[in-house]
């Protein structure tokens, strides 16, 4: 191969490369948030890895979950409301609003799941219960809260009833 067409071949391959997209400069790393933090280095381990040479001993790959202490602190809360909320044998509780069309409509599908799902759970007024309301961190209605989750805005029946169904 000529110089010249080595060359051209050497400046069409750094063109074409990842680099010298716009996206990629456009990219400032240093401005990473934690999750696309911790996505970037899983996604540079992962290409490393690939050629074992380079890492023979590369140590394991630890994820933090940025919102383990979030999660922990509403299990917490909801264990504490947890004989309110499912009084019986609830499995879930929905707090509604006044004049709230999407209360009214998440209403009529909880009731024809838990026909069907033989499932049972617990209303209660966002404004008659204001104190668990805003314990949970409840500002939309409506809200539902299971004993591992909540939700807040109207569900679409066919996830309210994946949830159910578990």
Request: aromatic content about 6%; proline content about 5%.
């Given at each position: 191969m000529?110089?010249?067409?080595?060359?051209?071949?050497?400046?069409?391959?750094?063109?074409?490369?990842?680099?010298?997209?716009?996206?990629?400069?456009?990219?400032?790393?240093?401005?990473?948030?934690p999750t696309e933090r911790t996505i970037f280095h899983a996604e540079i381990r992962a290409a490393l890895l690939t050629v074992p040479q380079l890492l023979p001993d590369a140590p394991p790959l630890v994820i933090e979950d940025p919102y383990a202490e979030a999660r922990a602190r509403d299990l917490a809360l909801l264990d504490t409301?947890?004989?309110?909320?499912?009084?019986?044998?609830?499995?879930?509780?929905?707090?509604?609003?006044?004049?709230?069309?999407?209360?009214?409509?998440?209403?009529?599908?909880?009731?024809?799941?838990?026909?069907?799902?033989?499932?049972?759970?617990?209303?209660f007024s966002m404004e008659g219960n204001h104190d668990i309301a805003t314990d949970l961190g409840l500002t939309d209605a409506p809200a539902y809260v299971f004993a591992d989750r909540m939700f807040q805005g109207w569900m679409p029946r066919p996830v309210l009833e994946r949830y159910l169904a578990e």
């Open positions: 000529s110089p010249a067409r080595a060359g051209r071949l050497g400046v069409a391959l750094a063109l074409a490369s990842p680099a010298a997209s716009p996206a990629a400069a456009q990219t400032d790393f240093t401005a990473l948030t409301h947890a004989a309110r909320l499912f009084a019986g044998d609830a499995r879930l509780a929905i707090f509604t609003a006044p004049d709230c069309g999407d209360c009214v409509r998440g209403l009529q599908d909880l009731r024809e799941l838990s026909k069907i799902y033989g499932v049972t759970f617990t209303q």
